[in-house]
């Protein structure tokens, strides 16, 4: 009888640590994915608006035509004045 104690002792802990963990109610899963969405839905609106910042940049930036254009300006007067 001794030597069944331990035996019957693990096998009681075995039964009561591998029943599975309380589940949560559907309605706290419902909450725990809707603040998931809401998370992302936040994350993509913050990429939606840097894209539009980048967009608008690109759109507006005239420097690469400025850029060329002054150059352009200043080999013809650097010519000039030699």
Not at 4 to 28: C, H, I, Q, T, Y
Not at 40 to 49: A, G, I, N, P, V
Not at 57 to 66: A, S, V
Request: aromatic residues 8%.
């Amino acid at each position: 009888m001794s030597v069944m104690m331990p035996w019957l002792l693990l096998l009681l802990l075995l039964v009561n640590f591998g029943s599975p963990a309380p589940r949560l109610s559907e309605k706290d899963i419902c909450l725990l994915d809707n603040n998931k969405l809401r998370q992302r839905l936040k994350q993509l609106q913050d990429l939606l608006y840097l894209y539009e910042l980048q967009l608008k940049d690109i759109l507006e930036n005239t420097y690469h035509r400025t850029k060329s254009g002054l150059f352009s300006g200043n080999r013809s007067v650097q010519h000039e004045i030699l």
